[in-house]
T-cell receptor, first 112, second 113 residues
Framework: KAGVTQTPRYLIKTRGQQVTLSCSPISGHRSVSWYQQTPGQGLQFLFEYFSETQRNKGNFPGRFSGRQFSNSRSEMNVSTLELGDSALYLC???????????FGSGTRLTVV | DAKTTQPNSMESNEEEPVHLPCNHSTISGTDYIHWYRQLPSQGPEYVIHGLTSNVNNRMASLAIAEDRKSSTLILHRATLRDAAVYYCILRPLNNNAGNMLTFGGGTRLMVKP
């Protein structure tokens, strides 16, 4: 079966712009989580959604937001981009909250 | 939150067993021990998890100390494709506490041909 699909794979944006990243989970998976990976901070949790409800949120500013649709697809949005937002953004899906996660290959965001 | 301690890096020879240690001295009775790995240019990949008993699957084995303060991920025959960063993660059984994965620095495994 198809894995977790993240689009786009690569993105270059300018400071101050906003960006929307998309994640399609494995069919049937209802839990979607987002993580940010940078060389300095490693992998950090952003938020988790289950059945269109945000279940948990990491320690990120309000510029980072997300949502989940009725088909479990999820989007995350970053407004007013800063240079420090340059990172690999990873999406992970799970059949239910608490089970093992399957990660996508990520979206590499570069802010210039 | 209970934390884990792993060596920054380890080296192994191809086709030899690899033992990746993880210390988690503050683990609580309801924490599961999960292992994920991240190959170059990919997202993390689930490897194995356990609570108290040793576990085996097609990828690896997980040996858990009797006091649960440490665990060891065992790759029985390392291949070049096993070169990755391996993360040991504690996850609470109680779903109400949130189920995010808290990644540490992990262990970078290098496999020599």
């Amino acid at each position: 079966k198809a894995g977790v699909t993240q689009t786009p794979r690569y993105l270059i944006k300018t400071r101050g712009q906003q960006v929307t990243l998309s994640c399609s989970p494995i069919s049937g998976h209802r839990s979607v989580s987002w993580y940010q990976q940078t060389p300095g901070q490693g992998l950090q949790f952003l938020f988790e959604y289950f059945s269109e409800t945000q279940r948990n949120k990491g320690n990120f500013p309000g510029r980072f937001s997300g949502r989940q649709f009725s088909n479990s697809r999820s989007e995350m949005n970053v407004s007013t981009l800063e240079l420090g937002d340059s990172a690999l953004y990873l999406c992970a899906s799970s059949l239910e909250v608490g089970l093992s996660y399957t990660f996508g290959s990520g979206t590499r965001l570069t802010v210039v | 939150d209970a934390k884990t301690t792993q060596p920054n890096s380890m080296e192994s020879n191809e086709e030899e067993p690899v033992h990746l240690p993880c210390n988690h001295s503050t683990i609580s009775g309801t924490d599961y021990i999960h292992w994920y790995r991240q190959l170059p240019s990919q997202g993390p990949e689930y490897v194995i998890h356990g609570l108290t008993s040793n576990v085996n699957n097609r990828m690896a084995s997980l040996a858990i100390a009797e006091d649960r303060k440490s665990s060891t991920l065992i790759l029985h025959r390392a291949t070049l494709r096993d070169a990755a960063v391996y993360y040991c993660i504690l996850r609470p059984l109680n779903n109400n506490a949130g189920n995010m994965l808290t990644f540490g620095g992990g262990t970078r495994l290098m496999v020599k041909p």
